[in-house]
């Protein structure tokens, strides 16, 4: 089911929020196996989520997949949050599948989850028709009465179409860096995966990760798995690790109010000049040049004080 929500200030996302799920749906009922949920969450404003400790922030249009219903923190400190909740349920085995599935086995692991553990992607600016209005017509699908099984199909159908849409050209769209692939068993999965459990490792543990430590929690020699790293990011191990620490700088500068010297510290740089350094190679600007044009918060209370 769709709802809409209006944050305005801190507030929790319950599994009552994500009202498509009924008690039944989580039971262990003989049609449990056949049946999957996936939810998402649509922002239409700038909002700042935490997901298993995991901070995101999100622009408007972003959407986060989520699959699982456990609780999740919305932090807000400026204007009211507008966000959109859907609940989606689809049924396996179906002529949707390879369609949703797609050629993106993230998507595909995701959903294998389960219930009760919570795993999300992030795509970021969807900003075209399409998705807007899929979404659209799942909304207005379920002001129905999806008892009717007319009705319960196209809404069903929609949401495979929607997939499919997020599935269209999903390497531009999905952010890795902000998506949550917890994990340590990368061995037999897809590439896709590997990089989501490396990244979401890599980000927990920004400030202090090393090559031969991050090798041993994934079980790799140290030799082996940079090769791994490059294989799957085209780039070293050292160049991704600063990647993933340019973007979460990026993010906390243009989403919250912390001080710079504060930012590098907890991106692990040992004093402000190597972090500058080491931003404006990779940005092509200084930090601060990067809050003044990207800070919205700033720029939001610049407004309110005139």
Known sequence: MASIKTVNSNYQLKESDFIGLRRNDLSSSPNCSSEFHIRFIVSHDFAELTLVGKYVALSPDDIVMVSSAQPINIINRGAPVKLSVFSERLHAPTPLNLVVVGDNPMVHDLM????????????????????????????ELERQDLQDVFIDYQREMTVGLLMTELLRHHEERISITDSYFPGKNIRHV?????????????????????????????????????????????????????????????RMLAFSNK????????????????????????????????????????????????
């Open 112 to 139: 294998n989850a389960g219930e009760r553990t919570l795993r999300f992607i992030v795509y970021r600016q969807l900003r075209n028709q399409i998705t807007q209005r899929y979404f659209d017509l799942l909304t």
């Open 190 to 250: 897809n590439a896709d995966t590997q990089s989501g459990m490396i990244f979401t490792y890599l980000v927990a543990h920004n400030a202090d990760a090393t090559l031969k430590e991050t090798a041993c929690y994934f079980g790799y020699d140290k030799n082996y798995f940079s090769r791994l790293c490059r294989r799957l990011f085209n780039k070293s191990f050292s160049e991704q690790l600063t990647f993933i620490r340019i973007e979460l700088a990026k």
């Open 259 to 306: 001080r710079i010297e504060q930012i590098a510290a907890e991106l692990g740089y040992k004093n402000n000049s190597s972090f500058f350094t080491a931003f404006k190679r990779e940005v092509a600007i200084t930090p601060n040049d990067y809050r003044e044009q990207h800070g919205y918060r700033l720029a939001h209370q610049h407004i309110n004080d005139n």
